[in-house]
């Protein structure tokens, strides 16, 4: 038995080395798979061990901190700091202070810090500092009021030197001029990041209400961190109070937390590339085996048993897995750094750390790679036992196959499912459950139209042909029919750009359908002439809506507020109305007053039935600084996507929202009327300059801004499922190259009877396109259906249009003809080369 | 049989006159001795690789192909009868000499002008391999002329296909054909272009005795009736016996010749020649 596995085990390592081109474009397929798991992998944990780097000194030399009892609290009293400092074993004290920041750079303009953050701290001097020294570069610390260091990456993006003199804007106080004291290094001086150390004076009133500070850092002596702790939290009860080692350990699990994510996304795509994969690897060896028929029947009938067959052609599944899985963890190391630089190449910043491959990206790239080959290769293997010994006396054994009819009838039955799944999905209510059904529903008709492909590939792609081809002639028709000789192949084949272009055009319907709806809300429910907005992270600065509504032409201006409290028990964010509403944004009341005055509130109908809330209820609220609040409902109001849940007024808003955090989403504006609106718009620029980051758009403009964002979300998809079609289209280019191998006397034959090297280059570029469109086709039909189920199902989230991106749609049909024929190439040059001779010599 | 008509088809290229030529030709001359040659070669040799490894396939073969003649050419395996089948069907290049068919000079052809003359004024039969597999048996016929883009001679196809039988199965693929059937339909295919020239190479090959009589007999027919050139190589002296002629290689020389040969006369000159 021994000796015999290793004879079965040297003709599976031969014929794998026989067949170069064969083993790479197959082991190509499991690279393309593994790569991208690995990659996933190396990328997340170079982060997270640089990121864990930079946050390991976080608390140096920290023995406790102090903070507010919530995250979007006022903070720390400063009483409560005098009191800290008499507590038993306190040696030194360290207030800190932080806000989000402007800095603009050398031309006048913001500084774009990409997706890392644009803070700016106080600064502790050497002696009062808890934690490592701040390394200066050059220049000095900031120790007057309008100075500020930054760090080097800040000034050099900032295009700054020490010296110079700029502004900074801090949200909730306005823009300060500063001086540029001095440079330091940090740490965490990743691309993008920006640190502008203030005067402690100058940012306490900068970054705080004057009567709080965001922590304390405290240092002990004499006493352990956990003893100091409980003293402190017994002194002060309404203080959050840590150890530095939790300080510590919290901060890496946020990172890790973060991470995750990252990584969970990114290892999703890797899945849709192995999926993708396994059908090539399915075909590959499909195929292959189909070519070596005679062959494994002439083993059959020197006497190797059906399990010897079967296990040897797992053999050879196993080697291409293991050479593909470590050659794919090499292009994922590859391909983790490529990312990195992408994403910092737009200032995302990301740190810059040795790539980190361990032991378990290693392992599970092995595992995937090994294991998705293996399944892939099992039918074959199982149907490369069956061959009877006879075979290899018979000429067109491979070309017979088996019948489809089980196949299609349970490919009906999954289809049948999944329709009734996503029918019932689509008419349910909206919601979770909803979008759950269609999703399975999806699932099961992915599967139904896997299992009837075969099928449905013959009569889709005969339609297909007869356009396509006739203009080819006799070459159009030998395409065609190529392309449907076994059915099975072409459906595998096609099916990996199924999968691929399903998701692409599902994507893209929830970007039209979302671009569409947003359209439809600004369309309808906006009256403003004018809207403001300001960077994500910022906002529009407190102040900018009080200076346009003295603009002249102006008739109303109406600040939206973000409130955050909580009431029943969880966080709730609501919105603070300061102005007219009505003038902007006209609403629909079902009971009670529009106005809001002192403690009112306004709820839409959904909440005010969830919470069984009627005009005069009573609700009881938190503010994060933990006070507590009576409001009232003076109204409710019809569901409107653009107002949210409940609305409130601006006084409630300051009230519990600390001046160092307040800030407004948007700022409507209304023209009085005869005001010329290009005047105004002029008028409001001007207005605002001052605040730096202030954007005056129109309506259309600010539709134009939410596409936009949108538009670089599905950038983001796409360029993943880029990967996925690359697989597919690699799997094209394996099945045409192994169709070629095997139709070598036939296209002999074509050429000895007169076909001439253009025509046949021409019939396999015309074969591969309707393999192409085909998978196209139905990508795109199933794309569609499920992208527009699923925006149903959100219908009540503010998807409330359902729209198809025809032209896109035709693009990618055209796209996916010329895609095959560039995928034919190879292929078709390859056939071009046979020679007449190989028909009849050979024999 | 009806005898079908020699005019063409309507193209312009020369190449597509010729059939009508050489069918006028062969009728004028009337019979097998005719003196203008469908295919000859010329001094041909066919040298396979080099140094210590060399094989002389064809030693200088000269040899005269007539119009309306049936030729077959025969000799032990490794005689170089296929060789020189290939290399004046313009499916193999000559190492040294000079082939033509007709008045064409193949020797220094391109592949697309060889492919051509291929394609217009020649006719395959092979043994195996000679139909497409996803084509119908009247879309395999007509597929010389589909791929040069000409519109077949309506009533010559039609002659063609009632001749050789294959009226009723013109849609069946060539799964569905048995390899008698099959083999007919590459014959009808070879006829249906009026090439100037057929070449068989052992077109029966692969088929029983019935069949081989059959396939023989359309060749035959051919010629007697259609004056019709054909070249075959085989190695069943059954076969050869349907020919007007028969050449005998051996080591890639010319040994002998025969006219109106017989089965037996011809296994007995085989026999000889594979005991020297």
Redesign the interface.
């Known amino acids: 038995m021994a000796t015999s596995s290793a004879t079965m085990r040297k003709v599976s390592l031969r014929n794998l080395a026989a067949h170069k081109i064969r083993l790479a474009l197959t082991v190509l397929s499991v690279v393309l798979g593994t790569a991208f798991v690995a990659g996933s992998f190396v990328f997340t944990d170079t982060l997270s061990h640089t990121f864990h780097g930079i946050f390991a000194d976080v608390a140096k030399g920290v023995d406790v901190q102090a903070t507010g009892k919530q995250t979007d609290g006022s903070g720390v009293p400063l009483a409560d700091i005098e009191k800290i400092k008499t507590i038993a074993g306190v040696r030194a004290v360290d207030p800190q202070v932080e806000s989000q920041i402007v800095l603009l750079g050398s031309n006048g303009k913001p500084v774009q810090g990409g997706g890392a953050p644009s803070m700016g701290q106080s600064y502790s001097p050497p002696g009062q500092l808890i934690g490592d020294p701040y390394k200066f570069i050059s220049g000095t610390a900031p120790i007057q009021n309008g100075q500020i260091a930054l760090n080097k990456g800040a000034l050099k993006l900032a295009k700054l030197n020490v010296g110079d003199t700029t502004k900074v804007l801090v949200p909730s106080a306005g823009t300060v001029n500063v001086t540029i004291s001095g440079v330091y290094d940090t740490k965490s001086d990743t691309g993008g990041y920006i640190g502008a150390l203030f005067a402690r004076d100058q940012a306490l009133k900068l970054f705080t209400d004057g009567n709080h500070v965001g922590s304390v850092n405290v240092a002990g002596t004499g006493v352990s961190q956990d003893e100091l702790k409980a003293r402190i939290s017994q002194a002060l009860p309404d203080l959050t109070v840590k150890t530095g080692k939790q300080v510590t350990d919290e901060t890496q699990q946020d990172v890790s937390t973060a991470l995750k994510f990252v990584n969970y996304f990114l290892l999703a795509f890797g899945a849709i590339a192995l999926l993708v994969g396994t059908f090539i690897i399915y075909n590959t060896f499909s195929m292959i085996i189909a070519q070596r028929l005679r062959e494994l029947a002439l083993l059959r009938a020197v006497g190797a048993s059906r399990k010897q067959l079967s296990r040897s052609v797992l053999f050879e599944a196993v080697v291409v897995g293991l050479i593909g899985s470590i050659i794919g963890i090499a292009a994922g190391v590859g391909l983790a750094y490529g990312l990195r630089a992408l994403l910092n190449s737009f200032n995302v910043g990301l740190p810059n750390g040795t790539l980190q491959l361990s032991p378990r990206t290693v392992i599970v790239a092995m595992l995937v790679g090994v294991v998705v080959t293996v399944f892939s290769a099992y039918t074959p293997a199982r149907r490369a036992a069956k061959i009877p010994p006879v075979a290899a006396m018979r ?2 054994f491979a ?1 017979a196959g088996t019948s489809l009819r089980r196949r299609t009838i349970l490919g009906a039955i999954f289809a049948l499912i999944g329709a009734a799944g996503l029918v019932g999905g689509a008419v349910s209510k909206a919601g979770g459950g909803a979008a759950g059904l269609v999703g399975l529903g999806a699932v099961a008709l992915i599967l139904g139209v896997l299992l009837g492909a075969p099928t449905l590939a013959r009569p889709i792609v005969a339609a297909l042909g007869a356009p396509l081809g006739r203009p080819f ?3 159009g ?2 395409a065609r ?2 392309a449907v ?1 076994n059915p099975r192949r072409t459906a595998a084949t096609a099916f990996a750009l199924t999968l691929g272009l399903m998701l692409v055009t599902a994507i893209a319907v929830f970007g039209s359908s979302a671009k569409k709806s947003i359209n439809g809300l600004v369309d309808n429910g906006v009256t403003a002439d004018y809207i403001l907005t300001g960077p994500d992270a910022i906002g529009v600065p407190v102040g900018a809506a009080a200076t346009v509504a003295k603009v002249e032409g102006v008739k109303t201006a109406v600040a939206l507020e973000p409130v955050r409290v909580k009431f029943n028990g969880s966080d709730q964010q609501g919105t603070g109305v300061d102005g007219s509403l009505a003038d902007v944004l006209p609403f629909a009341m079902l009971s009670g007053t529009q106005d809001l005055t002192g403690h009112d509130i306004l709820a839409s109908k959904d909440k005010a039935d969830q919470n069984g809330w009627k005009v005069g209820s009573t609700v009881v609220m938190t503010s994060p600084d933990g006070k507590a609040l009576n409001t009232r409902v003076a109204g409710i109001y019809a569901h409107n996507q653009l107002l949210g849940d409940w609305m409130t007024s601006s006084q409630l808003y300051r009230e519990v929202t600390p001046a160092n955090h307040r800030y407004d989403m948007v700022v409507l504006i209304r023209a009085q009327s005869g005001t010329d609106l290009s005047t105004l718009r002029t008028r409001l620029e001007q207005a605002t300059d001052s605040s730096l980051v202030v954007k005056v758009q129109d309506r259309e403009q600010f539709k134009g801004t939410q596409a936009s964002q949108i538009d670089n979300l599905l950038a983001i998809l796409y360029g993943l499922l880029a990967l996925a079609i690359v697989i597919a289209v690699l799997g094209i280019v394996n099945t045409l190259a192994l169709s070629v191998v095997e139709r070598r ?2 296209i ?10 253009p ?1 046949v280059r021409r019939t396999i570029y015309l074969e591969s396109a309707l393999i192409a469109v085909f998978g196209a086709i139905v990508g795109l039909a199933l794309g569609l259906t499920f992208g527009a189920l699923f925006v149903r199902t959100l219908r009540d989230q503010g998807l409330d249009q359902i729209a198809i991106p025809y032209g896109q749609s035709v693009s990618m049909l055209v796209l996916s003809a010329v895609v095959g024929v560039l995928a034919a190439l190879w292929p078709a040059v390859r056939a071009a080369r046979i020679r ?2 190989e ?3 050979d ?1 | 049989m009806n005898s079908p008509v020699t005019s063409t088809s309507g193209s312009t290229t020369t190449s597509s006159q010729q059939p009508a030529t050489a069918a006028a030709a062969g009728r004028a001359t009337a019979g097998a001795n005719s003196r203008i040659a469908a295919a000859r070669a010329v001094h041909v040799s066919k040298i396979y690789g080099s140094g210590g490894t060399q094989v002389r396939a064809l030693d200088d073969i000269s040899v005269d192909f007539a119009r309306g003649e049936f030729t077959a050419i025969m000799g032990p395996s490794g005689s170089g009868k ?1 060789t020189l089948m ?1 290399c004046l069907a313009g ?2 290049n000559a190492s040294a000499g000079s082939v033509t068919i007709g008045d064409t000079e193949l020797v220094g052809l391109s ?2 002008n060889m ?2 003359l ?3 004024r020649i006719g ?1 039969v ?5 139909l ?4 119908t048996a009247i ?1 395999n016929i007509t ?2 002329m ?4 000409r519109n077949p001679n309506q009533q010559w196809l039609d002659s063609v296909i009632d001749t050789l039988g294959l009226r009723d199965r013109l849609s069946h693929r060539p ?1 569905e054909l048995s390899g008698g059937q099959q083999q007919r339909v590459a014959c009808a ?1 070879a006829l249906a272009s009026q090439p100037e020239i057929i070449f068989g ?1 052992e077109p029966t090959g692969n088929l029983d005795s019935r069949s081989s009589g059959e396939v023989m007999g359309i060749l035959r027919n051919s010629v007697t009736r259609l004056h019709q050139t054909v070249v075959i190589v085989t190695h069943d002296p059954r076969a050869a016996s349907y020919a007007d002629r028969v050449v005998f290689l051996a080591d890639g020389r010319i040994v002998d010749e025969m006219r109106a040969p017989t089965a037996d006369s011809v296994l007995d000159r085989m026999k000889n020649l594979e005991a020297v």
Do not use: C, W, Y
């Not at chain 1, 000895?752 to 090297?757: H, I, K, P």
């Not at chain 2, 589909?146 to 883009?149: L, P, V």
């Open positions: 000429e067109e070309s002639g006799s070459v028709r030998l029919t190529n000789r006397r036939e002999g034959m074509l050429r000895a009877v007169g076909m001439l090297r025509q007449p001779l028909a009849i010599a024999l | 296929s290939h499916l193999d592949d697309k492919t051509k291929r394609r217009d395959f092979f043994q195996s391999f000679n497409v597999p996803t084509l879309e597929l010389p589909d791929i040069a883009g799964s295919r190479d």
